[in-house]
């Protein structure tokens, strides 16, 4: 457990203190990713809620190592890919795909420990495996989602901007752009509210934990 909280500690720093990763923090992150996999994988381990999203955000790790792999290929070797297979603005979708599951994730763990702190019988029925992998699927679905339009909104830009002649609809181009930038505004609002809420939760839990510790000494 000591393990996971110096994991759970790098990636709060990670994605919800530092304004935006670098390339420090993101090998950091990689690194701990691998090695609470490792961990996992270890019979002593039990199957909790919390197991469950530490091993999801230790999953999303993947997608930064996929993002930074191809670019260090694509570098090296030179390759011009068309913009239609593999482009650099999926490269950067699929690091955007992973800050927002980790945050997300995060969050979770955030909100379970709450629970835990202050409503440990009655949320009990809510902290299970089952409601956990759900949540974490449903997490990955969303931002999946949210990826995949943001690729079609940039191949719709330079499909229409290489060639105007055979460039989609109008109308689907004005779609496309306005569900992004939707989407981009969205993000960083929730951004900026789970940094709120997590900064919050955590809050309460240490001063209740320090009162707890105090009225234990008298």
């Not at 202050?118 to 931002?143: C, D, G, H, N, Y």
């Not at 569900?179 to 929730?190: E, G, I, Q, T």
Request: charged share 10%; glycine share 2%.
């Amino acid at each position: 457990m000591k393990d996971f909280r110096r994991y759970l500690v790098l990636k709060y720093i990670q994605y919800l203190v530092l304004s935006s990763s670098n390339a420090v923090s993101t090998l950091l992150g990689v690194l701990g990713s691998g090695y609470v996999v490792l961990i996992l994988q270890s019979a002593r381990v039990s199957s909790k809620s919390t197991t469950v999203f530490i091993s999801s955000l230790a999953k999303a790790d993947l997608l930064t190592f996929v993002s930074v792999a191809a670019e260090l290929f694509l570098w090296s070797s030179n390759v011009t890919v068309p913009h239609t297979a593999f482009t650099p603005a999926l490269l950067q979708n699929l690091l955007t795909a992973n800050a927002h599951i980790s945050a997300l994730l995060l969050s979770c763990v955030a909100v379970e420990a709450y629970l835990i702190t202050f409503f440990p019988v009655e949320s009990r029925s809510l902290r299970t495996v089952r409601k956990a992998v759900l949540t974490s699927r449903a997490i990955w679905l969303l931002v999946a989602t949210e990826c995949v339009l943001l690729q079609a909104d940039d191949v719709l830009l330079k499909a229409s901007s290489t060639s105007p002649s055979c460039s989609p609809s109008i109308w689907l181009l004005h779609l496309s752009s306005g569900a992004a930038a939707f989407l981009r505004a969205l993000s960083y609002l929730l951004g900026i509210l789970l940094r709120i809420v997590n900064v919050y939760i955590y809050y309460k839990i240490f001063f209740s934990v320090s009162n707890r510790s105090t009225v234990r000494t008298k």
